[in-house]
């Protein structure tokens, strides 16, 4: 199986920088997925990352060490908007499908 | 406009009724998948169809059913056999499942079993 552990919760201030990390343990890694999801909605892709480094879209940046088992989603110039639930989710073990964890909820106030 | 459909957004059912739940797509994906979503936990994977006439388990089948008679369709039937069919439920699809594709999430349904 594959066992994926992030933070329940996170706040922020409005402008901010915040980093939310991941840490996993799988075997045959094929990639690591972050998802973005508000309240009650379907959840939207935000980054892959199958290589080591840092992966650049706009405010939001994802991390990869595989070595370490560890990622972090990096959001920058917080926006009120960007308060939601930020799921981590891996493929491993020949498989494409992701597994996801149980996300962290990010509360970004004035 | 492409995209995923689920319907209803809401759903209510008594207990030891089955319930389908639709889930349609025109992005033109091979594969299809359902999950479930409850507070606190992650999204859990019930099935996935990779081709038409073809699908597997994933991690939590039991007590669920589904068919894939076409590309664009994967509908989810939740069994009087599921034990807390609460929950909210995802559809999602993507390009061949063996590659690194994104999926693509419909919107939900939130099934209430009273």
């Known amino acids: 199986g594959q066992n994926i552990d992030q933070p329940t919760e996170m706040t922020a201030t409005e402008g901010a920088i915040v980093q939310i990390n991941c840490t996993y343990q799988t075997s045959g890694f094929n990639g690591l997925f972050w998802y973005q999801q508000h309240a009650g909605e379907a959840p939207t892709f935000l980054s892959y990352?199958?290589?080591?480094g840092l992966e650049e879209k706009g405010r939001f940046s994802s991390f990869l060490s595989r070595s370490k088992g560890y990622s972090y989603l990096l959001l920058k110039e917080l926006q009120m908007k960007d308060s939601a639930s930020y799921l981590c989710?891996?493929?491993?073990?020949?498989?494409?499908?992701?597994?996801f964890g149980r996300g962290t909820s990010l509360i970004v106030h004035p | 406009d492409g995209g995923i459909t689920q319907s209803p957004k809401y759903l209510f059912r008594k207990e030891g009724q089955n319930v389908t739940l639709s889930c349609e797509q025109n992005l033109n994906h091979d594969a299809m998948y359902w999950y479930r979503q409850d507070p606190g936990q992650g999204l859990r994977l019930i099935y996935y169809?990779?081709?038409?006439?073809?699908?597997q388990k994933g991690d939590i089948a039991e007590g669920y059913s589904v068919s894939r008679e076409k590309k664009e369709s994967f509908p989810l039937t939740v069994t009087s056999a599921q034990k807390n069919p609460t929950a909210f439920y995802l559809c999602?699809?993507?390009?061949?499942?063996?590659?690194?594709?994104?999926?693509?999430f419909g919107p939900g349904t939130r099934l209430t079993v009273l």
């Open positions: 990352n199958v290589l080591d």
């Open positions: 989710a891996t493929a491993s073990g020949g498989s494409y499908i992701p597994t």
């Open positions: 999602a699809s993507s390009t061949v499942a063996g590659d690194t594709d994104t999926q693509y």
């Open positions: 169809s990779q081709i038409v006439n073809d699908f």
